[in-house]
């Protein structure tokens, strides 16, 4: 097929009759001729009201004539060129035409460019996703579809999305529960996460920030830009980890020292079943499961305690692996919650499965230039995922724990200032 060369000088209604005459041959050039004309349609018009009809002479008017220019506007992921007016003010400069400067204002070329990408299509296949190699929509050079014109689009809008996000403001959100887990990146890179749950269940992606290792100062750095940006800290919330020591240490500093902290039962159980031999596997599994069922807190702890003095022979690494944090453990039991929140609540799948996505979606990535870089690349992700998530399964249950939080909060801190007092004095 031969390469279109409409010129929007032409008569819009030719063209778009002219284009319908060849739309059995290509439906996509049609759409773009009858776009053309559109455009220049709207152009001519923009161009009349500021200069008066063509070779008239209109008192008062902004501007004049001045010829044509031809420039380029962005159609299905591509460039093509166009031709258009050019408008000269009184005063010397150029008068932009409003239809013209509105079809170059929308970013569609890096919407593109950001959704290609978040499927997985590669900057070098960007062309042929967008242009047919057998279509006569050209994608030679210049048209814009070439990978370095891609990447730079991806990177220009990723960052610009990426700044807003962590800038948003976080203090209309009534967030119930927080769950915090780590990435790892690269030998020395370590992403650290956060993604809320709200009152009527929905989960949103609230930050990211990159560190050497999940260190306490890293998750204090996260925590201190959840704060301020508007994460009230006196508010008693339910935090969820998967158990390292760095992270409950900086929530208790930030959040204060009875904040409810829930270690993933998850991970518990795996890392005990890990070091052990795998004919006590299955019985292990079933006393950990049967406490983590059981309503009563005493009897859980209880439970757990004496599977870990029935291990201290065999195992007396993972004996004391089992004690270790088993107040956290059962944090959803003691808040007295109904099983099936507790279900949702006691481990960490929701951020997993967000970051099961953001490897996903990273996988064409074979080189991590810095870690600005792996830090658009990680934001675009989670908000992508964002687009997947479903409201907690059960979020009828969360008045209950809105509830137990506040009981939490007034049990422990009925005096802020004895409370700092006792812990002033336990310091020194």
Not at 243 to 261: Q, V
Not at 403 to 427: C, F, G, I, W, Y
Request: aromatic content about 4%.
């Amino acid at each position: 097929m031969k390469e279109s060369s409409t010129s929007a000088t032409v008569v819009p209604v030719a063209i778009v009759e002219e284009a319908w005459q060849e739309v059995g041959a290509s439906f996509e050039r049609f759409c773009l001729t009858a776009g053309i004309g559109a455009l220049a349609n709207m152009m001519e018009e923009d161009a009349a009201r500021l200069c008066g009809p063509r070779y008239g002479r209109v008192e008062g008017k902004a501007g004049h004539r001045w010829g044509k220019t031809k420039g380029k506007v962005g159609f299905h992921g591509g460039k093509v060129e166009i031709e258009r007016p050019r408008v000269r003010a009184r005063d010397g400069g150029e008068v932009a035409l409003p239809s013209w400067e509105t079809a170059m204002s929308e970013d569609l070329l890096g919407k593109w460019a950001l959704n290609l990408m978040l499927i997985n299509v590669s900057t070098r296949r960007f062309g042929r996703a967008v242009r047919l190699p057998e279509g006569d929509i050209s994608a030679a050079k210049g048209t814009g579809v070439s990978k370095s014109a891609v990447s730079r689009r991806f990177v220009a809008l990723s960052a610009e999305r990426m700044a807003e996000w962590m800038a948003a403001d976080l203090s209309e959100r009534d967030l119930l529960i927080i769950q915090i887990d780590g990435i790892h990146i690269e030998e020395d890179l370590t992403l650290l996460a956060a993604v809320g749950i709200d009152g009527d269940g929905g989960k949103h992606p609230l930050g990211v920030i990159e560190g050497a290792t999940e260190n306490a100062a890293v998750a204090q750095a996260l925590l201190d830009n959840l704060i301020g940006r508007g994460l009230d800290p006196k508010v008693c919330r339910l935090f969820i980890i998967d158990g390292a020591k760095a992270l409950s240490k900086a929530i208790r500093k930030t959040f204060g020292r009875h904040t409810p902290i829930q270690r993933c039962q998850v991970h518990k159980a795996r890392n005990i079943t890990e070091r052990l031999a795998k004919p006590l596997h299955a019985s292990v599994r079933k006393a950990l499961r049967q406490a983590w069922e059981l309503d009563d807190a005493e009897k859980a702890e209880k439970l757990i305690r004496n599977l870990a003095r029935r291990l201290e022979r065999q195992a007396p690494g993972v004996s004391a692996s089992i004690l270790e944090g088993i107040d956290e453990i059962l944090t959803v039991t003691r808040l007295g919650l109904p099983v099936e929140l507790r279900r949702s609540l006691a481990c960490t799948n929701i951020i997993e499965n967000m970051n099961g996505t953001i490897r996903q979606i990273c996988r064409n990535v074979k080189r991590w230039r810095d870690a600005k870089m792996v830090l658009r690349w990680t934001g675009a992700a989670m908000l992508e995922a964002a687009k997947g998530f479903r409201r907690l399964k059960a979020r009828k249950q969360l008045p209950i724990l809105r509830a137990a939080l506040a009981a939490h909060q007034a049990k422990n801190v009925t005096n802020p200032d004895m409370s700092v007092a006792r812990e002033d004095v336990r310091l020194s």
